[in-house]
């Protein structure tokens, strides 16, 4: 029998689960798009972000299995299909670095708009506090994020 408490928690275990793939996607997408950029502030910029990503995945996986949960399957098909796309992406936007950090400042939104929606979830108050240190971390690089590509956008022809 399902009870609304467990029903709760259950939807803050998956959200969590989803949050930690998010970050490590977007790992993986902010290095292979770093890799494409001809601008070297611009690439030490997205690995920064890249990293930060990298150890939010770390630290939520940490927090996951504290509160008991298996680690991440980290085989996921849907990792590999956005691994794919990334790559493609940055094939098409090679030496437009403007396009580039556009299409990875969405990406840093959308994954900022899932903390959001975590922390609008019933979580106990280690995850809300580890993850609303996260969230603001992000909110600073991505303002980075945007004044890279703002700058980015002036130096087109």
């Not at 803050?12 to 292979?32: F, H, P, V």
């Not at 899932?114 to 609008?120: A, G, K, S, V, Y």
């Amino acid at each position: 029998m399902s009870t609304p408490r467990r029903a709760t928690e259950t939807a803050a275990e998956e959200a969590l689960l989803r949050l930690s793939r998010e970050c490590s996607t977007a790992c993986g997408w902010l290095r292979n798009s770093a890799r494409q950029l001809n601008n070297s502030a611009r690439k030490g910029l997205l690995l920064d972000i890249a990293n930060a990503f990298e150890r939010f995945h770390q630290e939520i996986e940490q927090e996951r299995e504290r509160l008991g949960a298996k680690p991440a399957d980290k085989s996921s098909f849907r990792g590999a299909v956005s691994q794919i796309a990334a790559s493609l992406v940055t094939q098409f936007a090679r030496g437009h670095d403007d396009t580039l950090l556009k299409a990875c400042e969405t990406s840093v939104e959308q994954v900022l708009k899932d903390f959001n929606h975590m922390l609008e979830l019933h979580i106990e108050p280690n995850t809300r506090e580890i993850l609303v240190k996260q969230k603001h971390e992000l909110e600073g690089l991505l303002t980075s994020l945007h004044a890279a590509t703002s700058a980015a956008e002036l130096d087109r022809p």
